[in-house]
Structures are given as structure tokens and as C-alpha cells.
């Protein structure tokens, strides 16, 4: 089963708005290097969400938001809605990142509805799951998530599944240098996609996952040789066009 490959970088809380439209410019112009073989974006601050969109022209880039809210309006003060995100032009919005449900408080329960809203607005969600270090540890991390994958999925139609894009991110491995190695990573994967197969017979083949958690140039080939690992969810590394780049080259 064929799955383009899909590389997406989140920028957190980094880069001003000029700096965004620099980056976009320079990645439009190295990006045909690529030939079209992987499927790209980035996931600006929400503020610098116009400035890529613009900067980035033409170019095969798609554009993330990093959050939105699970209703579509109402009392919820300094939030923004799917249909605010819509509106500005992106296509995906990155939904439960592990920052988001430890800083922010976030549950299985919102991530679900803001999953369910992304689709309902016409928004490819990029859902986030991975386990802590402690729940690793006492081996606890394949039912950790997989419940938190089943909390969006089961309420997805299988048209929709085929659309999702799910990153399995290790929370141990995010911005610490460390790495699920390509196997164990490979091992989570299959099973996410396994999981998904018990309702979604055939949909499970097309659902993309991306590994995330300190995906670097030198280590994006091993990663992304395995079957089960589609593309990658890349943070410090999708700073700097280069560095980018190099994990781009690796599909
Ligand atoms: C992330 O924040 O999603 C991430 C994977 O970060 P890093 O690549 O820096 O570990």
C-alpha cells in the first residue's frame, strides 16, 4: 500500500512573522528539488498564519495552525475557531500535541471533539497521541495510545480515517535528543494501525502516521524506511530551511 509520504514541521511558540515569510520563501524555492514526492507544511504561530500563507505563494506547502477551540463559537476569550483557520487558508490543524494536553490541560475528550470539528469545517486534523516516559517504563504505552487514538477515531466515518493524519509522538522523545528507535516507533505504528483496522476494515491501509519526537536529518532515513512510518512531525529541525530540508530529502 502506497502512502505519499507527509513532513510536517511545528514552529511552537518561534519565529516572528517576518521570519515566517523569509523561511517560506526560501523553502518555495528549494522545494522542487523534491519532485512533488512528499507531501510538505508547516505550523506557524498563529499570528504568522496570513504571512506564510502569502510568502509561501504557489509553492506545494501546506499550512497548519497549531490549535484551534472544539466549539465553533461562543464566551471563550483569546481562543480562535476551525472556521477562523478556514477562513485564512490553511488546510491542517495539529490537534492534542503533547504540549497542549500537559501545559493546557487538554483530554482525550477535547482532543476527540476538536478532531470531529476539524472535519466538520473541511480541515485535515494532524492528531497527536504518544505516551510519557513513565508510562513507558512500566509498560503501559501501546494501551495508553491506543485509547488515546480511539477517542477521535470512533467517531470518524471511514471516508474520514482515509483522510486522517495521526503523529505518534513519544513525549520522552519530543525536544530531548532522544529517539524511539526505528523499529520500536515501527512496532507503535503497526499497532495504531491495527487498531483502527477492527472498525475500519479497509480505511486503516490509508491512514498516514508520522513519527515525531527529535527527528533530525541524520536519523530521518532510518525512521522513515519502515512500513508503518509515513512522514514525520519535526520540531527544533524545521527551523532552518537546511536542516529541513535534509529530512525532506529522506523520503
Ligand atoms: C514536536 O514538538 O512535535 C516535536 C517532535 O519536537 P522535536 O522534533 O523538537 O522533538
Redesign the pocket.
Known sequence: MARTPIIFG?W?LNKSSIETAEFMSNLAKVLPKLENKVEVGLAPVMTCLTHAISAKNDAPIQVAAQDMHWLEHGAFTGTVSAQHIKELGCTHV?IG???RRQLFGETDGRVSDKVRLAFDTGLTPIA?VGENLTQRESGQAEDIVLRQVDAFVQRLTADEVKELVI?Y?PIW?????QTATPEDANQMHRAIRESIRVKFEDAADDVRIQY?????PANAKALLAQAHIDG???????LKVEDFMGILSAC
Open positions: 511545528n511552537k495539529l500535541h503533547s504540549e497527536c503523529a509522538e522523545a519530543i525536544g530531548t535528543g515525531g519526537g527529535s527527528v533530525k514525520a512531525l519535526v520540531g527544533g529541525a524545521s
